[in-house]
């Protein structure tokens, strides 16, 4: 799965700039100490140089830099003339805080190379469960993106999946509440089922029912904070023709469908409850509104990550300007220049998770972007 950023590269790059940093503190310490003759005392700098090394550099490189920072002291202390019980001291103390950073470096690279290998686990679990959609489904381009917000292991709860079906190309995207065990459990209930369902199930409010079982049976296994989840959707699905899409939103940001140089949001006509909550609203009919597909329109479906970013002032990512502008029939390029933007608005690190999806139906103008049909709304039956 591709990802706008890899956070470890970008880790050891900053790593690798500061690795200096050590050397510049004594060598500072040494210019302060020639331009004030008998001024000031510089061995708090130089005391401070391992314990700068610690976070920045190898063990060896720890110890060198201590090492290094007490022959300067002790080198300016001979050539002040008599040494005094005071500058004797702080010669000491320099070895000592040598000895504290080699063992601070000790236990921050350990606990560096056991939160490398949480990663690596956690983004195998997350491969694992989001495998990469083909390039084509069907008649659609496809393309997707799994952005991390920070550099800690959790695994999230952001999920998506296409399916080429009989009934065409169904697609879903979703958030689950939480992180961690939790949100992989109700993730991998979720895909299950969504996979089951629409190859089998007629029409798109039967998945989004099979969809609000599954959820609510996951919720009643479950005990503690797990018992109080519930997940945002919205359900898609294309025609084998591609000349419209159907969605079933279930209190989850709107698609985008971008076409022509602009975009519409295809907001739904009757707000619905996330799933795992359908019990409290009182029935279980399933809107669904219809929306006409042009040809070389690219519809984006994401989670909350993108439109909730925020940036130092706390004002939200709005992603209707950044895409309405000219784009080619790409989801990919469409993808790219999401992803850019949001990162430049909030200074390269989201506040949260994100999943985006984009499809782009073969060319073939066939209507204005835009134009919604709300459908009948569907009616709970009973599937033999």
Same mark, same amino acid.
């Given at each position: 799965?591709?990802?706008?950023?890899?956070e470890?590269?970008e880790?050891?790059?900053?790593?690798?700039?500061?690795r200096?940093?050590?050397?510049?503190?004594?060598?500072?310490?040494?210019?302060?100490?020639?331009?004030?003759?008998?001024?000031?005392?510089?061995?708090?700098?130089?005391?401070?140089?391992?314990?700068?090394?610690?976070?920045?550099?190898?063990?060896?490189g720890?110890?060198?830099?201590?090492v290094?920072?007490?022959?300067?002291?002790?080198e300016?202390?001979?050539?002040s003339?008599?040494?005094?019980?005071?500058?004797?001291v702080?010669?000491?103390?320099?070895?000592?805080l040598?000895?504290?950073?080699?063992?601070?470096?000790?236990?921050?690279?350990?606990?560096?190379?056991?939160?490398?290998?949480?990663?690596?686990?956690?983004? %195998? @679990?997350?491969q $694992?469960?989001?495998?990469? *959609?083909? =390039?084509?489904?069907?008649?659609?381009?496809v393309? #997707?993106?799994? &952005?991390?917000?920070?550099?800690?292991?959790?695994?999230?709860?952001?999920?998506?999946?296409?399916?080429e079906?009989?009934?065409?190309?169904?697609?879903?995207?979703?958030?689950?509440?939480?992180?961690?065990?939790?949100?992989?459990?109700?993730?991998?209930a979720?895909?299950?089922?969504?996979h089951?369902?629409?190859?089998?199930r007629?029409?798109?409010?039967g998945?989004?029912?099979?969809l609000?079982?599954r959820?609510?049976?996951?919720?009643?296994?479950?005990?503690?904070?797990?018992?109080?989840?519930?997940?945002?959707?919205?359900v898609?699905?294309?025609?084998?023709?591609?000349? %419209? @899409?159907?969605? $079933?939103?279930?209190?989850? *940001?709107? =698609?985008?469908l971008?076409?022509?140089?602009?975009? #519409?949001?295809? &907001?739904?006509?009757?707000p619905?409850?996330?799933?795992?909550?359908?019990?409290?609203?009182?029935g279980?009919?399933v809107?669904?509104?219809?929306?006409?597909?042009?040809?070389?329109?690219?519809?984006?479906?994401?989670?909350?990550?993108?439109?909730?970013?925020?940036?130092?002032?706390?004002?939200?990512?709005?992603?209707?300007?950044?895409?309405s502008?000219?784009?080619?029939?790409?989801?990919?390029?469409?993808l790219?220049?999401?992803?850019?933007?949001?990162?430049?608005?909030?200074?390269?690190?989201?506040?949260?998770?994100?999943v985006?999806l984009?499809?782009?139906?073969?060319?073939?103008?066939?209507? $204005?972007a835009?134009v919604?049909?709300?459908?009948?709304?569907?009616?709970?039956?009973?599937?033999?």
């Amino acid at each position: 799965m591709r990802k706008g950023r890899t956070e470890a590269m970008e880790a050891m790059e900053r790593r690798r700039r500061l690795r200096w940093l050590p050397a510049a503190v004594i060598a500072v310490a040494v210019v302060l100490d020639v331009a004030t003759p008998g001024g000031i005392s510089v061995f708090p700098l130089l005391a401070a140089a391992p314990s700068v090394a610690a976070p920045l550099l190898s063990l060896r490189g720890t110890i060198a830099t201590g090492v290094g920072a007490t022959l300067v002291g002790s080198e300016l202390l001979y050539l002040s003339g008599e040494p005094t019980q005071e500058s004797l001291v702080a010669v000491t103390s320099m070895v000592v805080l040598t000895g504290t950073a080699a063992v601070l470096n000790v236990l921050l690279t350990r606990d560096r190379r056991q939160l490398r290998t949480s990663r690596e686990v956690a983004a %195998a @679990v997350q491969q $694992a469960v989001l495998a990469d *959609p083909p =390039p084509r489904v069907g008649r659609l381009a496809v393309a #997707s993106r799994y &952005e991390v917000a920070h550099e800690e292991a959790a695994i999230g709860g952001d999920l998506f999946a296409v399916k080429e079906t009989p009934h065409g190309v169904r697609m879903l995207v979703a958030d689950v509440r939480g992180k961690g065990l939790q949100a992989v459990r109700t993730v991998n209930a979720l895909l299950g089922s969504f996979h089951e369902a629409a190859e089998h199930r007629p029409d798109l409010p039967g998945v989004v029912r099979q969809l609000e079982d599954r959820m609510q049976d996951t919720i009643a296994q479950a005990s503690g904070e797990e018992g109080e989840s519930f997940a945002t959707a919205v359900v898609a699905e294309i025609p084998p023709d591609s000349s %419209a @899409v159907r969605i $079933a939103n279930r209190g989850h *940001p709107a =698609p985008l469908l971008v076409h022509d140089g602009g975009v #519409s949001p295809l &907001e739904p006509a009757t707000p619905s409850l996330p799933l795992g909550l359908g019990v409290l609203g009182g029935g279980g009919d399933v809107p669904v509104d219809r929306f006409d597909l042009p040809g070389r329109a690219t519809l984006v479906l994401f989670t909350d990550g993108i439109d909730e970013a925020r940036d130092a002032d706390g004002v939200f990512f709005d992603p209707v300007p950044v895409l309405s502008r000219p784009f080619p029939p790409d989801p990919d390029a469409v993808l790219d220049a999401l992803l850019a933007a949001v990162l430049r608005h909030t200074g390269g690190t989201l506040q949260d998770d994100a999943v985006l999806l984009a499809v782009t139906p073969d060319g073939r103008d066939t209507v $204005a972007a835009g134009v919604r049909r709300h459908d009948a709304v569907a009616r709970p039956r009973h599937d033999g």
